[in-house]
């Protein structure tokens, strides 16, 4: 089954305006598979194959010369030599969507990017499915436990595997390999339980220190560890909002993963009954909505920047973003049931964030009907 994905159109319309797109993201978010329906004109050239890899690192011009124009370049991150030759192939030819490039690891990719392609790529993430996506088809669960467990890989749904067949392997098969490969770990047991331990902090305030100290491991490594996990499109981090520096607020980042799949996966959470009764089904919650809210603005190409507000009194905002002139705050909460009490920190918080823009209330919690009150628009999980 295809579904469509809805930064298709971006791409598509950016093709013509760049003489390279550059499209990341983690394995198995469907980025071949979507850049192969979109440009069935292109050639497709995977550098995972060892062959292609040594032809193309030994002899680039030879490997170029292959491929004149039109070609998307998969896993390229793997030859960075490339990126000199193509900044010279375009700059020459000033042909427009001239070479696709698609990667899973952002931070090779990117490094080679920066230095070599800088003004001449569009640069696009393709995240696992969103709502809207998983709507379209009619795949999204009607409740936000079950939505949660599964998982938003492409996978799940076009072959029908089971979430933990899908996440079992996919650890095994691409977090391990590509992070050791990258930090060139040999205990592989440490890091997995280095992610066990991100996964019970998801949606809390990071601790360096107190992270690297429970995994038994220097200060040090569990930054680059994080920066790896980060630049492989696993977790994100959303940081805080401050206009006053000399203000009591929070100013330490939150660690969210992207698909709340591979994270109650991580939790052993398999069952509804066990998200029911786990303490931390809200972070859980909280983690879902905030992810959806990213993958939403990555694949609309909005170029939106998100925050969280906490102050040192404990009073907190749990997403913030502005558009325009305007200034969006959104408090979400796991419960089923709208009660008054769930408006109290988005009241406080308008009283005494001293932000002074037009400020849009936002609720967000797990039942399935969507309000508009006076003060305060309440939104259903599914329609974030």
Same mark, same amino acid.
């Given at each position: 089954?295809?579904?469509?994905r809805?930064?298709?159109g971006?791409?598509k319309?950016?093709?013509?305006?760049?003489?390279?797109?550059?499209?990341?993201?983690?394995r198995?978010?469907?980025?071949?598979t979507?850049?192969?329906?979109?440009?069935t004109?292109?050639?497709?050239?995977t550098?995972? @194959?060892p062959?292609?890899?040594?032809? $193309?690192?030994?002899?680039?011009v030879g490997? +170029?010369n292959?491929?004149?124009?039109?070609?998307i370049?998969?896993?390229?991150?793997r030859?960075p030599?490339?990126?000199?030759?193509i900044q010279?192939?375009?700059d020459?030819?000033?042909?427009?969507?001239?070479?696709?490039?698609?990667?899973?690891? @952002? &931070?090779?990719?990117?490094?080679s990017?920066?230095?070599?392609l800088a003004?001449r790529?569009?640069?696009?993430? =393709?995240?696992?499915l969103d709502? $809207?996506?998983l @709507?379209?088809k009619? =795949?999204? $669960?009607n409740?936000?436990?079950n939505?949660?467990?599964?998982?938003t890989y492409?996978a799940?749904?076009?072959?029908?595997i089971?979430?933990?067949a899908f996440? #079992?392997?996919?650890?095994?098969?691409?977090?391990?390999?590509?992070?050791?490969e990258l930090l060139n770990?040999?205990?592989?047991r440490q890091?997995?339980q280095? +992610?066990g331990?991100c996964?019970g902090r998801?949606g809390?305030?990071l601790?360096?220190s107190t992270?690297?100290?429970?995994c038994?491991i220097?200060?040090?490594?569990?930054?680059?560890?994080?920066?790896?996990?980060?630049s492989s499109?696993?977790? &994100?981090?959303?940081?805080p909002?401050y206009?006053?520096h000399n203000?009591r607020?929070?100013?330490?980042a939150?660690?969210?993963f992207y698909?709340?799949g591979l =994270? /109650?996966?991580? +939790?052993?959470?398999?069952?509804?009954k066990?998200?029911?009764?786990?303490r931390l089904?809200?972070?859980l919650f909280?983690n879902?909505?905030i992810?959806e809210?990213?993958?939403?603005?990555?694949?609309?190409?909005?170029h939106q920047e998100?925050?969280?507000?906490?102050d040192?009194?404990?009073?907190?905002?749990?997403?913030?973003?502005f558009?325009?002139?305007d /200034?969006?705050a959104?408090e979400?909460?796991?419960?089923q049931?709208v009660? #008054?009490?769930?408006?109290?920190?988005l009241d406080?918080?308008?009283?005494?964030?001293?932000i002074?823009a037009?400020?849009?209330?936002?609720?967000?919690?797990?039942?399935n009907?969507?309000?508009?009150?006076t003060?305060h628009?309440v939104?259903?999980?599914?329609?974030?």
């Amino acid at each position: 089954m295809f579904i469509e994905r809805r930064i298709a159109g971006q791409i598509k319309e950016q093709k013509n305006k760049f003489p390279v797109l550059g499209v990341t993201g983690p394995r198995q978010s469907g980025k071949t598979t979507l850049l192969r329906k979109l440009f069935t004109d292109y050639q497709y050239v995977t550098l995972e @194959n060892p062959d292609n890899r040594q032809f $193309a690192e030994s002899d680039p011009v030879g490997f +170029l010369n292959q491929y004149e124009k039109y070609v998307i370049f998969d896993e390229v991150q793997r030859v960075p030599e490339l990126f000199s030759y193509i900044q010279s192939r375009v700059d020459e030819s000033g042909i427009m969507g001239h070479y696709i490039l698609s990667g899973s690891q @952002n &931070f090779h990719l990117l490094k080679s990017i920066t230095q070599s392609l800088a003004g001449r790529v569009a640069l696009f993430k =393709l995240l696992p499915l969103d709502f $809207a996506e998983l @709507n379209s088809k009619k =795949l999204l $669960a009607n409740d936000y436990m079950n939505a949660a467990i599964k998982g938003t890989y492409p996978a799940i749904f076009d072959r029908d595997i089971s979430s933990s067949a899908f996440y #079992a392997n996919y650890i095994q098969t691409y977090i391990e390999k590509d992070v050791t490969e990258l930090l060139n770990i040999r205990d592989t047991r440490q890091f997995r339980q280095f +992610l066990g331990l991100c996964a019970g902090r998801a949606g809390q305030l990071l601790n360096i220190s107190t992270l690297a100290n429970d995994c038994g491991i220097a200060f040090n490594t569990a930054k680059a560890w994080l920066s790896i996990l980060e630049s492989s499109y696993l977790i &994100f981090f959303l940081q805080p909002y401050y206009q006053n520096h000399n203000k009591r607020l929070v100013k330490t980042a939150k660690l969210y993963f992207y698909d709340t799949g591979l =994270l /109650c996966f991580l +939790l052993k959470i398999k069952t509804v009954k066990q998200f029911e009764v786990d303490r931390l089904k809200g972070s859980l919650f909280e983690n879902m909505i905030i992810a959806e809210y990213q993958k939403t603005n990555h694949h609309l190409y909005k170029h939106q920047e998100f925050y969280f507000w906490q102050d040192s009194y404990g009073n907190e905002i749990d997403l913030l973003w502005f558009e325009e002139q305007d /200034c969006f705050a959104a408090e979400i909460k796991a419960t089923q049931t709208v009660t #008054a009490g769930l408006f109290k920190q988005l009241d406080k918080f308008e009283t005494g964030s001293g932000i002074t823009a037009p400020l849009q209330k936002i609720l967000v919690y797990g039942g399935n009907t969507s309000q508009r009150r006076t003060h305060h628009k309440v939104k259903s999980w599914r329609s974030v």
